[in-house]
C-alpha cells in the first residue's frame, strides 16, 4: 500500500511569514492529491484538490503543488485564521491514505 | 445546500456491534461515491470503507475488513455502516465523507463531509 508522508508534523510560524508543508508520496500516484484543513474540533475541509486546484472559496493564499511522489502546500501570507492541522491524502485508488497531519500555529 | 448527517454512534463492548447511519440532503445521492473516515481522539484521518455510487463495488481497510460492512440505500439517501466485532482501537469520530462522480468515475477527494458521530468501545 502507498504511505502519504508529511513533514514537518508541527510549524509556528509569524502572521505574513510564508509557509510550506511538504507530502511525500511511498510511490507515484500522478497528481491525485487532496490537501485538507482542519480546525481544533471542525470538520476536515477540503482546500485543493488534483495536487493544485483550488477549491472554489478557499482563499488565494492557499496553493499546491507537484506530481509523481512530491507535493508542496504553500500558504503565502500566514492569517491567524489559518492555524489548523493539515493533511494529504491520496485519492487514485484504493486505500485511501492520508498523512499523519502538519499543525500550524501562530508564532 | 449538500448536508451529511451521521447517527448510530455510541458506547459498546468490546466485541460488540454498531450500525452507523449517514443521512444525506441536497444533492443527488445516487452520484456521488460515499466513504467513512475516522479520527481517533488527538489522532489523524483515517480511511475505512468507500462504495461507489450504485453500491455495486465495497471497498476496505485492513484494518476493519472482514468486520465492518458498508452499504447504501439510494431510495433513501443513507449510507451506513455496519461495524461487528468492534475493538478498543475502533474508538473515534467517525465522519461520512462523499465526492461526485460524473458517469460513474470518481476523480476527486471527497468534498463534503459530516459533522461525525462518536463511537467509543470499553467494557
Known amino acids: 500500500d502507498i504511505q502519504m508522508t508529511q513533514s514537518p508534523s508541527s510549524l509556528s510560524a509569524s502572521v505574513g511569514d510564508r509557509v510550506t508543508i511538504t507530502c511525500r508520496a511511498s510511490?507515484?500516484?500522478?497528481?491525485?492529491l487532496g490537501w485538507y484543513q482542519q480546525k481544533a474540533g471542525k470538520v476536515p475541509k477540503l482546500l485543493i484538490y488534483a495536487a493544485s486546484t483550488l477549491q472554489p472559496g478557499v482563499p488565494s493564499r492557499f496553493s499546491g503543488s507537484g506530481s509523481g511522489t512530491d507535493f508542496t502546500l504553500t500558504i503565502s501570507s500566514l492569517q491567524p485564521e489559518d492555524v489548523a492541522t493539515y493533511y494529504c491524502?491520496?485519492?487514485?485508488?484504493?486505500?485511501?491514505?492520508f498523512g499523519q497531519g502538519t499543525k500550524v500555529e501562530i508564532k | 445546500e449538500v448536508q451529511l448527517l451521521e447517527s448510530g454512534g455510541g458506547l459498546v463492548q468490546p466485541g460488540g456491534s454498531l450500525r452507523l447511519s449517514c443521512a444525506a440532503s441536497g444533492f443527488t445521492f445516487s452520484t456521488y461515491g460515499m466513504s467513512w473516515v475516522r479520527q481517533a481522539p488527538g489522532k489523524g484521518l483515517e480511511w475505512v470503507s468507500a462504495i461507489s455510487p450504485s453500491g455495486v463495488s465495497t471497498f476496505y481497510a485492513d484494518s476493519v475488513k472482514g468486520r465492518f460492512t458498508i452499504s447504501r440505500d439510494n431510495s433513501e439517501n443513507t449510507l451506513y455502516l455496519q461495524m461487528n466485532s468492534l475493538r478498543a482501537e475502533d474508538a473515534a469520530v467517525y465522519f461520512c465523507a462523499g465526492r461526485y462522480c460524473s458517469d460513474g468515475v470518481c476523480d476527486s477527494p471527497p468534498r463534503d463531509w459530516g459533522q461525525g458521530t462518536q463511537v467509543s468501545v470499553s467494557s
Open positions: 510511490q507515484g500516484i500522478s497528481n491525485s
Open positions: 491524502q491520496k485519492y487514485n485508488s484504493v486505500p485511501w491514505a
